[in-house]
């Protein structure tokens, strides 16, 4: 009974993970005056994007210009190619893709890549939680959490803060929200992401969460009100942000045709 019992708990982690959306980032690094040879180059990589969207090998791509990055910091681009579950991250390349895209100027294309940017670090995150939108995202504020129980802050940022969020979208002060964790990972620097998506700039910093709670509170029952703020009450014994950073989207892959 008891290795039936664990082989039931493999078989649903295992289908757990097979559906849970990941998101490759890679981090970039562009030198001074040279933007406008790396953003060349990666709008001639969309079109191979755009291809393994349209073949299912990938959910999207895109890419975007990390603010005030400073000439110190790693990275200041990154891309985010997302795909429909863990394995799918596993697709490789092929040689026939590869030419579909660029034919005989494959090769001229690599050189090209490689000279307009330092591919610096890649990061594998993992979607616990989202508030989508058919809009494009304009500015994201990606903020690196760092949690000494991730089932414990998933579940504060799901019953704590999900439903200010939604509001907050309902209202129209934010595009988008997602949360994500983390894993593999080489350090123990953060354990989770949490995503902001805005349209506008002003957005960023103009959003009313006193009224947001107010409409939520008036919506719920006093049980459920006493969950949410137990929740929110516990933030910064649950996690501290240690980076926070504006993100601004350059370009990417339309979605799917249906």
Do not use: C
């Not at 390349?93 to 660029?102: P, S």
């Amino acid at each position: 009974m008891k290795n039936l019992y664990l082989t039931a708990l493999l078989v649903i982690a295992s289908l757990a993970l097979e559906a849970q959306t990941v998101a490759i980032v890679d981090y970039m690094k562009v030198p001074d005056n040279g933007d406008a040879n790396y953003l060349a180059v990666e709008k001639q990589w969309k079109t191979l994007h755009q291809n393994r969207v349209e073949s299912g090998n990938i959910l999207s791509w895109r890419l975007w210009y990390i603010r005030n990055s400073g000439t110190s910091s790693s990275y200041n681009y990154a891309t985010v190619t997302t795909y429909e579950n863990f394995g799918k991250t596993e697709t490789q390349l092929t040689e026939a893709e590869l030419k579909q895209a660029f034919g005989a100027n494959m090769d001229e294309l690599f050189a090209k890549t490689s000279a307009s940017r330092s591919l610096t670090k890649s990061e594998t995150i993992h979607l616990q939680a989202s508030i989508t939108s058919e809009v494009q995202d304009k500015y994201l504020v990606v903020n690196l959490i760092k949690t000494d129980n991730v089932d414990d802050y998933i579940n504060m940022e799901k019953v704590g803060y999900l439903p200010l969020h939604e509001e907050s979208k309902k209202l129209g002060q934010r595009n988008s929200w997602r949360l994500w964790t983390r894993w593999p990972y080489e350090d123990n620097s953060f354990q989770a992401v949490v995503v902001d998506g805005y349209t506008k700039f002003e957005n960023i910093e103009n959003a009313d969460y006193g009224l947001a709670i107010e409409n939520v509170i008036a919506g719920k029952k006093s049980g459920e009100i006493m969950s949410m703020m137990d929740q929110i009450s516990r933030t910064d014994e649950i996690r501290t942000i240690v980076k926070s950073e504006i993100w601004e989207f350059v370009d990417g892959t339309t979605p799917k045709a249906k």
